[in-house]
């Protein structure tokens, strides 16, 4: 994958999560490359909102200026999309906005995330589900 172009992704909540409670991982190398602007998060009001809800859960302990500081360099930096509903459900309801996303801005952008399972094969419309290890790796190619 080229570094020149910087590409678009959906990242799940799970990753950005992980990106900011381990600093040594694969969820922590896109968050950097993120907020370095070396890629580009695709989202819509929702995933922030979750992004914002969840983050800011006591039990992580995150600065809450630090973390609106950085939600806000990623939000700047990324495209918002409106996105349609799915034609089909999920087997968890709360992962749809992540699909229909990723399917709003292309089906060559990936949802990255750390629970592929939520999203069967039959039901990914062409969308590119991978692991962020799975992303790194193909990125560093």
């Known amino acids: ?3 020149v172009a ?8 799970n990753v950005l999560v992980s990106g900011f409670l381990n600093p040594y991982g694969a969820p922590a190398a896109i968050l950097r490359l ?8 695709v ?9 914002t809800k969840v ?3 006591p039990k992580f302990r995150l600065a ?11 939000r700047e930096q990324g495209l918002g999309v409106v996105a349609l509903p799915l034609p089909v459900r999920l087997p968890d309801p ?32 062409g969308v590119p589900i991978v692991t962020p290890r799975e ?3 193909r990125y560093r190619e």
Do not use: C, K
Not at 95 to 122: C, K, Q, S, W, Y
């Open 34 to 41: 993120a907020v370095r602007g070396q890629i580009r998060l």
């Open 1 to 3: 994958m080229s570094r």
């Open 94 to 125: 709360a992962d749809e906005p992540f699909l229909e996303v990723a399917l709003a801005a292309g089906r060559d952008v990936p949802l990255i995330t750390g629970n592929v399972r939520h999203f069967p094969e039959n039901l990914r419309q």
């Open 135 to 137: 992303w790194l790796d």
């Open 6 to 13: 910087r590409p678009f992704v959906v990242l799940d909540t």
């Open 55 to 57: 983050l800011l859960r």
């Open 43 to 51: 989202y819509d009001a929702r995933i922030f909102a979750e992004y």
């Open 64 to 74: 809450e200026g630090l973390l609106r500081t950085v939600l806000d360099m990623l």
